[in-house]
């Protein structure tokens, strides 16, 4: 659950900044644009997610020494 949440995070953030820079007005929105946020989008949410994952992976490092100084 909690990996859905940063992944459409990331993909939401992403794609709003990227609408708004680009110019997005919902009168005249063009297919290239959806397309140009859309992969936007899914990169910031690849990203989002891979940091994710790096934090998870210096967690359990940071676990590991902590319980390693407890049992010496």
Do not use: C
Request: proline share 1%; aromatic share 10%.
């Amino acid at each position: 659950m909690q990996n859905s949440v940063f992944t459409v995070l990331s993909a939401t953030i992403g794609g709003l900044t990227k609408a708004y820079t680009i110019g997005f007005v919902p009168a005249s929105i063009t297919l290239t644009q959806i397309n140009e946020v859309a992969v936007y989008a899914a990169i910031s949410a690849t990203i989002g997610y891979s940091l994710k994952l790096l934090f998870d992976w210096i967690k359990i490092l940071i676990k590991r020494k902590i319980n390693n100084r407890k049992k010496s």
